[in-house]
């Protein structure tokens, strides 16, 4: 199996690749969009800012590649944000995925939201053997709302969208890939998808 990650010069590619490294895959990291057009499965990671992350998909033709690409697909963190309509950082025109718009939290706690959360809802194969309640970590200051593209929940300020999943389309706001066993499960469930 070919395992493609998104390099747009955000994300945390390290981080993903040693994930997938302890599942006995070796990912190709590419920017280039024939090259990820041939893989079975593709992670778009995510660590960063939005307005500079989607300059360099537009930079490199992924803005109108990734919405048409058939294989199991994956956001992760800020991966999930630009898989959304628009987020507030920065004002940012994003991939329009997900019909959903990206909010920053209220300034009722401290942001952003970092740490183990719990998830709620659990409504996907993506889940396949995660409990409810489970805890993955989360680093974020924004947030897309929950609608029916919600296939996991959590609850810090408001309830928001801990997951999304629209066809071949995966999207998760935590990091599964810093999220000890339960985490390597999800990937593992992502590939096994």
């Given at each position: 199996m070919k395992v493609g990650i998104v390099k747009?010069?955000?994300g945390n590619v390290r981080s993903v690749s040693m994930a997938l490294n302890r599942l006995g895959v070796e990912?190709?990291?590419s920017d280039d969009v024939e090259v990820l057009d041939s893989c079975d499965r593709i992670i778009f990671?995510?660590?960063g800012e939005a307005s500079t992350a989607m300059k360099y998909l537009n930079h490199k033709n992924l803005q109108k590649a990734i919405p048409e690409f058939k294989m199991p697909f994956l956001g992760v963190c800020l991966g999930l944000?630009?898989?959304c309509r628009h987020t507030e950082e920065n004002d940012t025109k994003c991939l329009n995925?997900?019909?959903l718009n990206v909010k920053r939290f209220p300034p009722e706690k401290k942001i952003p939201h970092m740490g183990w959360n719990t998830l709620s809802k659990l409504k996907?194969?993506?889940f396949k053997g995660v409990d409810?309640?489970?805890y993955l970590y989360f680093v974020h200051s924004y947030y897309a709302d929950t609608s029916i593209e919600t296939i996991a929940e959590t609850d810090y300020i408001v309830p928001f969208s801990a997951a999304l999943q629209k066809e071949n389309f995966y999207a998760m706001q935590a990091h599964p890939e810093k999220s000890g066993a339960i985490g390597?499960?999800?990937l593992e469930n992502f590939l096994s998808i």
């Open positions: 747009y010069n955000a990912p190709v990291v990671p995510g660590v944000q630009l898989m995925i997900f019909e996907s194969p993506l409810e309640g489970a390597q499960k999800i």
